[in-house]
């Protein structure tokens, strides 16, 4: 499935710009208003700017636009399904798409992807970097609750759905706050250190990993972005079960995506970055919030396994997991897959026995949702720290409990996180580094990692400068897409 045509941003070059006026002027050749006329290219533009981000989303080919053909879509929407059936008709007669056309009811939309004359000048184009305007304000805030929220079950719930956000100050103050930031986000570059077959098996990893029905995705958007979009800049805050106090976490940035054995690969502006974690966050806050104090060195993934290897340790992964699913599952059923239960040596019931023995001073609170009050919390954490560090003109990426900053300025948000934190919940916490990785370092674990990176006397070389990356030997996406961002 495809992302629908209103959720890409638009592409502010000459080539959708020419080929939207083609389309304005054929479909206005019949007697229209002026209005109508401005309805049509605005509307044009949209479209057109989200098949060229499609088609250079890669897996190259992998994505297609969502564009509903149906009135119903429109009923109370900004755009009108009149022009939008003119604009798929004259790009039909235009032979620049095709389409792989949905049914008429809200269940499966038509798809749409751009083929000879529309692929052809993107091609001469390229994936470029572009300047993009800010969303709206009215669109940072996001509300949302199940279809049928008093059901027991998954499907007695239902979809979820979006609802009207209240106007109240706090509402205006979200929106204000990250309309800013996304105005100092647009102003820099965030791309991958890695040529071209590492970067197209990073997005096949991306594609594959869509596929795992056994993933728990936090959002819709999540679940259906199946693909490498580096035009996912822009960030919005999205609220759970109705309720402006449950969730509210950042959401939109590709870099979110990405699985977290690539995101050292991440670059703001052409140089290097590094992620710093939250330990166990969740579970501190729900502590914090329970009145129970727990040391900064106490590892709350360490359900008593043997041989436990802290932080290092291969099965860590999949109990963090699980407990954090576990605290927002209300039905109770959630289970790891095969594999990671194999991971860890463990049967179901003896992972849930062990969860809950080790953290019984807030066992009532499994599979209470109150993971949604936790992630509220962390939010106002995650918020504390981008404004702190935007105010010094630096640019940090949110990954809900962990952040990615240049690597210049680990230190400030180190202090920066230490201090947000303590300060909203009034507990301490450590924070966790990952590794800084080059191009020749993509895809090896953290054992491979040290070795590739130690002198012959086992010293770790210090990947940690600024430098900015160097170019590739040959001509490279992520040069070139690096490259038209310094010439904007």
């Not at 056994?214 to 309720?243: A, M, P």
């Not at 966790?432 to 006397?457: C, M, Q, R, Y």
Request: proline fraction near 4%; charged fraction near 30%; charge should be negative.
């Amino acid at each position: 499935m495809g992302l629908r045509f209103d959720w890409y941003p638009i592409v502010d070059h000459e080539v959708v710009s020419n080929k939207t006026s083609i389309i304005v002027e054929l479909i206005t050749q019949k007697s229209i208003t002026k209005g109508t006329k401005e309805k049509i290219k605005s509307t044009t533009t949209q479209i057109l700017s989200a098949l060229y981000l499609s088609y250079f989303s890669l897996p190259k080919g992998s994505t297609l636009v969502s564009l509903p053909l149906s009135s119903g879509h429109y009923s109370n929407s900004n755009y009108s399904y009149r022009v939008i059936k003119d604009i798929f008709n004259c790009l039909c007669e235009l032979k620049w798409i095709k389409f792989d056309k949905g049914s008429e009811d809200k269940k499966r939309v038509t798809r749409i992807w751009a083929v000879e004359e529309l692929a052809s000048a993107f091609d001469a184009v390229g994936l470029l970097w572009f300047p993009q305007q800010p969303n709206p304000k009215e669109s940072l805030v996001v509300l949302r609750d199940f279809k049928n929220p008093e059901g027991e079950t998954k499907r007695e719930r239902g979809p979820k759905i979006d609802l009207p956000v209240p106007e109240l100050p706090e509402v205006e103050s979200y929106r204000t706050t990250l309309y800013q930031y996304n105005q100092f986000l647009l102003q820099h570059c965030i791309s991958l250190e890695l040529d071209d077959e590492n970067l197209n098996q990073l997005a096949n990893e991306m594609v594959q990993r869509k596929k795992d029905k056994k993933k728990v995705w936090e959002t819709e958007e999540e679940e259906r972005i199946g693909c490498l979009d580096l035009s996912r800049v822009q960030l919005r805050r999205i609220f759970s079960r109705g309720e402006l106090t449950k969730g509210g976490r950042y959401y939109g940035g590709f870099w979110q995506s990405i699985p977290s054995s690539h995101r050292p690969h991440l670059r703001i502006d052409g140089k290097k970055t590094i992620e710093m974690d939250y330990s166990s966050m969740a579970l501190r806050i729900i502590y914090a919030q329970e009145g129970h104090e727990v040391s900064e060195d106490v590892d709350l993934y360490d359900i008593g396994l043997p041989n436990w290897g802290a932080g290092k340790d291969p099965r860590r992964k999949s109990i963090k997991t699980y407990i954090n699913a576990v605290i927002n599952d209300e039905s109770g059923n959630y289970r790891l897959s095969k594999k990671d239960l194999n991971i860890i040596g463990v049967s179901h019931k003896e992972l849930h026995e062990l969860v809950l023995n080790r953290h019984k001073a807030i066992e009532h609170l499994f599979s209470s949702g109150e993971g949604l009050n936790a992630q509220f919390i962390d939010s106002q954490i995650a918020e504390h720290v981008m404004m702190a560090l935007l105010h010094e003109e630096v640019v940090v990426l949110p990954i809900h409990d962990s952040f990615i900053v240049r690597v210049g300025f680990r230190q400030w948000l180190d202090e920066e996180m230490n201090k947000a934190f303590e300060k909203i919940t009034g507990a301490k916490t450590t924070l966790t580094e990952a590794p800084i990785k080059a191009n020749e370092h993509f895809g090896l674990n953290d054992e491979e990692l040290v070795e590739a990176t130690s002198d012959p006397e086992g010293a770790i070389v210090n990947f940690g400068s600024e430098e900015v990356w160097g170019a590739f030997t040959r001509d490279e996406i992520m040069d070139r897409y690096l490259g038209s961002w310094k010439c904007a």
